[in-house]
Each structure stands twice: as structure tokens, then as C-alpha cells.
């Protein structure tokens, strides 16, 4: 993995590699030709040799490429391209193989593609900067365009380095991060600063400045799995899952896995170990008993010990860090993003100790939740038809009801963000369990001044429409494979593992992984109230019934508790009277009636809390216009 970064007609402040230094400590190379300018710091995963260094150059010297990523199926590849081309390759790397087969085939390369990428090429007889991201969106692109100025990073915090950069903030953006703690979509905090979306092609023509973007055509499975019955499912999913995990472990640098103790990572792990059985794999997972018992959080170590013992694989046991709040502004600052959640965190903390035992590469359980149906909202869905016969005056009468409960307790805030949207439609109810504001009006009143045709809801409708033939659980999945999983959990495991120069495999994102989990009916991905069943039932074959079968825990920390403690200095410092009325974006009032409220126990705003915290912090490191103020 590596960090990427180009410009067209723009100046920097300053070398604009040393913004990406750390996503790739090994080399850092640059090409420039008139106002274009390609920089590239690699960190050595393939080939580690200068051969493979970056900007690389095609042989007949048309095409420059700048790639961050991996492509697992590569050697595949490169045997067709040297059978079909008589290509002769230079160097042992992905890159070049990327770059060839680019050469000699063009955007229809794409379709032979299982991987996780970003990558910019440019063509110097077509004069244009071609920009694309890999289906899923594993690999942050960012891109700035204003006028005729064009630049591109693998992070955001870059753009601040530009002479002419305009940080005008997106009121839509801030309206996302309040709702939903991250932004769904291309939509960042600023107006001039988007996410190419995943499965995304993006054109540049240089000595125009004309755009063209649209989905391309990626790795289609030829393999069909519709109409198997449950064993065939599961013996289907197991072999699928070997394959990709063994892809995965190529590298010529050592390779770790985190073991949180939870079904997918221990799951992983296993089957890792299965297929080499005399190696001792080192292992890494947060100690949790630190936050044991606070907020219903319950302790995962024993079981990522019991995994570690059952295996035989070395466990490394790493305490979190929760009253550093200097953590807290650093996790900000690196996420590029105000994302309200602490899980960044011990990511970042278990990519530190793995670079320390000389590890480059981690491979972990991301995504098997959203491909797999493996969260409780997924679990609400079957009530969802029983709501639509419920007579809107006893949904009102529930709600009112359900809003007296004091939201201390855990089952009862749950049971209110159950409810709050049934008298709401079910488009709206599905685009609800993402919502983290606990009611509706709540986002003018923090935001007087956001423009009322403001919708976070925008992009998931997009993403319902183009999906409105599936059943509500696939629209579920699709939902949470686009937005949550990319703009949240993807986009944090990144950012704090490159963070410490580590990169992050997801096995569970094989193109072929993803191809079967939708062909798999509904009654087998939850069945009689089981999430996960055909991915628990594959792991019968690998783990103790006590390490799978067990309740589900977070990655994060107590949240609402820190709120009262850890974070006070932070409150008392960011959302005061006297800084928010200087500001400008918020209202000094609504925060001081919702702090009131959460600390009483009346309600549960700890989310809201800590996302206002989250953009303050990042309003101090990143330089902004205000798009508030009249």
C-alpha cells in the first residue's frame, strides 16, 4: 500500500509527499511534466526492490502511473498477458503488472481486476489524467476541483498545502457527519472536495480542463450460485473463503492478523493457520477488560485468548488508550474526516505494535458483518412489514410510550432508536438505522442556518432506487456496502494503519466473496434469528461453538460514559457559549439544552456529543472558510 498524490495547474506550499510520508516511509518519487505533477510514496510489499519504485513509466513511455493498492489475482495475469502479448516483465510487482496490461488493453483491463486500489495514469498522447478506484472503495481518492485547477490525494489533509486552495465549508457535509457520524457518498467537509466513489472512472483532459466520470466495467464472478441448498452454501463459502485468504497472504514482507476474538477475525485467522500449519502467526487484539461492564461493553480477550490457544498462534495483548485526548485530535487530523467514533483508535494502536515486530501488513474480519448480514439492525428488518399493519395511532402512542424511558440503560436506548421512525415510510425506516440523531428536528436546531433542502438521505435514496428490486434485507446490505462500510469502517482502517506505514488486507472483499454472499437467499444469511448463519456454520469446521456463538461486542469504547468524564475538558473548551456564538455554525443554545439532557440521563446524545466534538477538533486543524455566515 502506498499514498498517491497529482496536481494539474496548481502550486504547493511545500513538497506535497511529505503530507503522504508516512503511508509509504520506504521511497518517495515525483514526475512532472508542464503543470502536471505525479508523487508517489511507496511503501514495499511486492517486489521490494527500487525496480519497482513509483511514478512507473510504460515502455514505450506514454503512460505514467501512480497505484496504491494490491491486486491479488495479479500473477494470473501476468501469465495471460505474456502468454497472449509476449510481455516481458521487468520487475516482480502488481504495478507493472497494472501498468502492462493498461498499456496494452486500456479501461476493458478493469474487468480482470480482484483487488483493493487508487490509481492515477496518465497518458501523454492523450494528454489526460485517468483517475480509478477499486468497487468497494478499500483505497481513499480525493479530489479537489475548482476552475481550472485539478489535484488528487490518497488523503484530504493535502490540499491545505496548496497556494490558491479554497476551504469553503460543505453545509451538507456537516449535516452528514452530525447524522450519521461519517458523510455517505463523494460529499466531504469541503465544498471543492469530493470522494471519487467507488467502481468509479474519472477523466481528466489536461489542456482543457474537461471531466468525464462514470462506473466502469469491473470483475464480474462467471460463476453463478443461486438455487444451492444450505450445505452446498456452506461448503461453497468455505472453499471461496480458503481462495481468497490464500491470494491474500502473498507478500514478500511478514503478515499479521487481528484477533479481537470475534467470529470474523478468529474466523480468518484459522483458516489461515489451517493452510500453514507450522507457521506461528503473530496475532494482535486490544485488551477490553479496561472497559468491561461500561455501557453493556463485555470483555473479548478470553476469547481471542481461547482462539489464540485453540490455533497456536502468538497473541499480542495491547492496552487502549481512552484519557489521552491528544489521541483524540491526532485520530481526527489522520482520518482526514471528523468521523465520531473511538474504534480508529485501537486500529491505530494495533498497527503501532505490529510495525514494531516488524510486521507490514495486517489482514483482518472487516466487512464479513455487511456482506454476511451480521448486525442487529439487519435483525429488525423482518419486522419490518408487521409496522405497515400497525394503525398510526398506536405507533404515535408507542413512540410517545417509548420516549418517557430513561436512556441510561442500553436496552431502552435501543428501543427508542427502534422506534423513532415507525411512522415514517419504509425507504425512510431503512435509511433510519443509520441515523444517530435522536430525533428528526434536531440537525436545524444544532444548524440554524443549514439550508432546509438540505437531505443526508440523498445518496442512500440513490442507492435504494438502483437496488428497489431486491428484498428490504439485499437493499439493507447494499446500503450498509456503500456507505457505512466505505465511508466509515473502510476509510478509518486505512487512514490509522498507513498511519504507522502498515497496510490492511480485508479477505472478505474478494470480488468472488462478494459475488456469492448476494446469491445467498435471505433465510440463510439470518435464520431462525441466527446472524451470520452461513458464515457461523462455516466456521464450525475451525473454532470452538463458544468463540462463534456468542453475543456481539463493539471495536470502539464506552462512549456515553466518556462523555461525562474523559471528555469534559473537551466540552468545556469547544462547545461553550462564548466559542460557539464566535463561530458561527451552531447554536449555542440547542447544545447547551442537549448536554443538560444527556448528562440528567433523560436522553441519549452521546453520539451527537462526540460528533460536534469531532468536527470542532477538525475545524482547529484544517484550514476553512465560513459558508455560514451571511
Known amino acids: 500500500m502506498c499514498g498517491i498524490i497529482a496536481s494539474y495547474n496548481c502550486k504547493w506550499e511545500s513538497d506535497p509527499l511529505k503530507t503522504i510520508s508516512h503511508r509509504g516511509p520506504d521511497n518517495s518519487s515525483s514526475f512532472e511534466a508542464g503543470s502536471l505533477y505525479m508523487g508517489h510514496s511507496r511503501l514495499s510489499i511486492l517486489d521490494t526492490s527500487a525496480a519497482a519504485n513509483q511514478p512507473m513509466i510504460s515502455k514505450d513511455a506514454n503512460y505514467v502511473l501512480i497505484y496504491n493498492g494490491e491486486i491479488y489475482n495479479h500473477i494470473e495475469i501476468r501469465e495471460e498477458l505474456i502468454n497472449k502479448y509476449k510481455v516481458k516483465f ?15 488493453e486500456g479501461e476493458s483491463f478493469l474487468k480482470r481486476l480482484n483487488g483493493i486500489f487508487a490509481f492515477a495514469i496518465y497518458s501523454r498522447k492523450d494528454d489526460t489524467l485517468t483517475l480509478v478506484r477499486d468497487i468497494f472503495g478499500v483505497k481513499p481518492l480525493y479530489i479537489y476541483q475548482k476552475n481550472d485547477q485539478l489535484a488528487i490525494s490518497s488523503e484530504l489533509k493535502s490540499f491545505n498545502q496548496l497556494e490558491d486552495f479554497d476551504g469553503t465549508i460543505n453545509p451538507t457535509g456537516i449535516a452528514n457527519y452530525l447524522t450519521f457520524l461519517w458523510s455517505p457518498g463523494e460529499t466531504t467537509m469541503y465544498r471543492y472536495v469530493k470522494k471519487l466513489l467507488p467502481g468509479r472512472l474519472m477523466e481528466f483532459k489536461t489542456s482543457q480542463g474537461l471531466t468525464n466520470e462514470y462506473q466502469y466495467k469491473h470483475y464480474e464472478s462467471c460463476h453463478s450460485y443461486k438455487g444451492k441448498n444450505e450445505e452446498e452454501y456452506i461448503n461453497i463459502t468455505d472453499k471461496i473463503l480458503n481462495d481468497a485468504i490464500k491470494r491474500q497472504m502473498l507478500s514478500d514482507v511478514p503478515i499479521g492478523f487481528f484477533l479481537s476474538g470475534g467470529l470474523d477475525s478468529s474466523l480468518i485467522v484459522a483458516i489461515a493457520k489451517k493452510q500453514n500449519p507450522n507457521k506461528r502467526f503473530q496475532c494482535f487484539t486490544i485488551d477490553t477488560s479496561t472497559v468491561d461492564g461500561r455501557e453493556g461493553f463485555t470483555n473479548d480477550l478470553p476469547y481471542a485468548r481461547k482462539v489464540s490457544e485453540v490455533l497456536d498462534v502468538e497473541l499480542n495483548e495491547i492496552k487502549p488508550i481512552i484519557n ?4 483524540f485530535d491526532q485520530m481526527i487530523f489522520a482520518l482526514d474526516e471528523p468521523q465520531a467514533d473511538l474504534a480508529p483508535l485501537n486500529v491505530r494502536l494495533i498497527a503501532k ?3 514494531r515486530h516488524g510486521i507490514k501488513v495486517l489482514i483482518g474480519g472487516t466487512a464479513g458483518d455487511d456482506l454476511f448480514s451480521g448486525y442487529r439492525r439487519h435483525l429488525a428488518i423482518k419486522f419490518e412489514k408487521t409496522i405497515d399493519c400497525f394503525p398510526r395511532f398506536s405507533i404515535k402512542l408507542i413512540q410517545l410510550l417509548v420516549s418517557i424511558l430513561p436512556s441510561k440503560k442500553p436496552f431502552y436506548r435501543r428501543l427508542k432508536k427502534l422506534t423513532r421512525d415507525w411512522d415514517k415510510n419504509t425507504i425512510e425506516r431503512l435509511l433510519g438505522y443509520f441515523n444517530w440523531l435522536p430525533r428528526e428536528d434536531l440537525l436545524y436546531e444544532l444548524i440554524p442556518k443549514l439550508p432546509r433542502n438540505t437531505s443526508p438521505y440523498s445518496y442512500g435514496l440513490e442507492i435504494i432506487g438502483k437496488n428497489k428490486d431486491k428484498s428490504l434485507l439485499k437493499q439493507m446490505l447494499k446500503l450498509e456496502q456503500t456507505t457505512f462500510l466505505v465511508d466509515h469502517n473502510l476509510n478509518y482502517t486505512d ?4 498511519l504507522e506505514g502498515v497496510e490492511v488486507r480485508v479477505p472478505f472483499l474478494d470480488y468472488e466473496i462478494s459475488a456469492l454472499a448476494e446469491q445467498i437467499p435471505d433465510s440463510l444469511l439470518i435464520k431462525n434469528g441466527e446472524t451470520k448463519y452461513i458464515l457461523k456454520k462455516v466456521a464450525e469446521r475451525y473454532l470452538p461453538k463458544e468463540v462463534i456463538y456468542r453475543s456481539k461486542t463493539g471495536f470502539g469504547a464506552p462512549v456515553r460514559d466518556m462523555i461525562d468524564s474523559e471528555f469534559k475538558p473537551y466540552i468545556d473548551k469547544y462547545l461553550n457559549h462564548e466559542f460557539i456564538n464566535k463561530q458561527s455554525i451552531f447554536s449555542s443554545e440547542s447544545i447547551r439544552s442537549i448536554l443538560d439532557l444527556h448528562r440528567s440521563g433523560k436522553e441519549d446524545y ?9 468536527i470542532q477538533t477538525w475545524l482547529q486543524q484544517f484550514e476553512w472558510k465560513n459558508s455560514f455566515k451571511s
Do not use: F, R
Not at 487512514?495 to 498507513?498: A, E, N, R, V
Not at 452521546?606 to 469531532?614: D, F, P
Open 90 to 104: 521487468k520487475t516482480t510487482s502488481d504495478t507493472e503488472t497494472l501498468l502492462e496490461g493498461w498499456s496494452l
Open 324 to 327: 489521552d485526548l491528544s489521541c
Open 353 to 355: 505494535e505490529a510495525k
Open 495 to 498: 487512514k490509522l494503519s498507513m
Open 606 to 614: 452521546g453520539y451527537t456529543i462526540l460528533s460536534l466534538l469531532a
